[in-house]
């Protein structure tokens, strides 16, 4: 168990609508990452973070926010959520040069 | 720019046959680390092997086997006996080091589907 949670674990909402999705973990590592995985795609890196209030953009970072303000959280932020925006989200965290651990993922659709 | 291509989106086999997925690779540094994943049905991620650029022997573990080359840029994957329990969505994934920041590129999965 990698001491990595996700929440919510399902969520839906309404086009407009801001939605937060927490990333918490309990092993102190540096690095957190957020996923969206979407059939025909695999996993795409929307932000991630190399540090308590350091963060930088993925390849699909469009319309989405993040922060860090703590080692143990990394939270996502839809501003304004779209249909497109519908998909299941991965946080990611892990030291520099090991593997990855992942949360459970988080089911959001956008009505 | 780096680059992870899986161009297997499905396979499907009978049980016990061998089977081997492809990872083609795309980058201009020297130094990285790949990864293979596996997505069961349940839908978690499960950590499989690491592999960094810089050693190239092939490795075994029980039924699972990974073949790095760097000279055609691929990392391949081979389940022998396949079991129905092996049946899940495969990444390969590359992490190049920039610095501070590491970013973990996915390809995009190929399905695996073993038939009993």
């Known amino acids: 168990d990698a001491g990595i949670t996700q929440s919510p674990r399902h969520k839906v909402t309404e086009t407009g609508t801001p939605v937060t999705l927490r990333c918490h973990q309990t092993e102190n590592h540096r690095y957190m990452y957020w996923y969206r995985q979407d059939p025909g795609h695999g996993l795409r890196l929307i932000h991630y973070s190399y540090g308590v209030k350091d963060t930088d953009k993925g390849e699909v970072s469009d319309g989405y926010s993040v922060s860090r303000s703590k080692t143990e959280d990394f939270l996502l932020t839809l501003e304004s959520a779209t249909s497109s925006q519908t998909s299941v989200y991965f946080c990611?965290?892990?030291?520099?040069?090991?593997?990855?651990?992942f949360g459970e993922g988080s089911r959001l659709t956008v009505l | 720019a780096q680059k992870v291509t899986q161009a297997q989106t499905e396979i499907s086999v009978v049980e016990k046959e061998d089977v081997t997925l492809d990872c083609v690779y795309e980058t201009r540094d020297t130094t990285y680390y790949l990864f293979w994943y596996k997505q069961p049905p349940s839908g978690e991620l499960v950590f499989l092997i690491r592999r960094n650029s810089f050693d190239e022997q092939n490795e075994i573990s029980g039924r699972y086997s990974w073949n790095f080359q760097k000279s055609t840029s691929s990392f391949n994957f081979t389940i022998t006996a396949s079991q129905v329990v092996d049946s899940a969505v495969y990444f390969c994934a590359l992490i190049v080091y920039g610095g501070a920041t590491n970013k973990l590129i996915f390809g995009t999965g190929t399905l695996l589907a073993v038939q009993p």
């Open positions: 990611a965290i892990g030291p520099n040069t090991g593997e990855l651990f």
